[in-house]
Nanobody, 122 residues
Framework: QVQLVESGGGLVQPGGSLRLSCAAS????????ISWFRQAPGKEREWVSC????????VYADSVRGRFTISRDKSENTVYLQMSSLRPEATAVYSC???????????????WGQGTQVTVSS
């Protein structure tokens, strides 16, 4: 079955960097796209970025463009989210999700990982 497992979260100081991983299994990755979402306490889930596994084409939310980079390693069936110049408002649970095309609406996704906590604080 479809399985997504995130890792790499943790505590980082403002201005620091962190790399998240999303390991995928149970489906043909080349036919899908994988998105990263984040959800801060008391807020709705926010779409962050998406990558097409076949082409490597990427899309970013305006709030992270230029600071976050999404990439994939097809041999490892893994998608990464490199986050730089982190701000306290980036504190959230980060989750990956998959569907056939990139889409910014969380309810459009059927398969999710369990999430990984990112805390940006001094």
């Amino acid at each position: 079955q479809v399985q997504l497992v995130e890792s790499g979260g943790g505590l980082v100081q403002p201005g620091g960097s962190l790399r998240l991983s999303c390991a995928a299994s149970g489906f043909t990755l080349d036919s899908y796209a994988i998105s990263w979402f984040r959800q801060a306490p008391g807020k709705e889930r926010e779409w962050v970025s998406c990558i097409y596994m076949s082409s490597g084409n990427t899309v970013y939310a305006d709030s992270v463009r230029g600071r976050f980079t999404i990439s994939r390693d097809k041999s490892e069936n893994t998608v990464y989210l490199q986050m730089s110049s982190l701000r306290p408002e980036a504190t959230a649970v980060y989750s990956c999700a998959t569907r056939s095309v990139c889409f910014r609406v969380a309810r459009a996704y059927d398969h999710w990982g369990q999430g990984t906590q990112v805390t940006v604080s001094s």
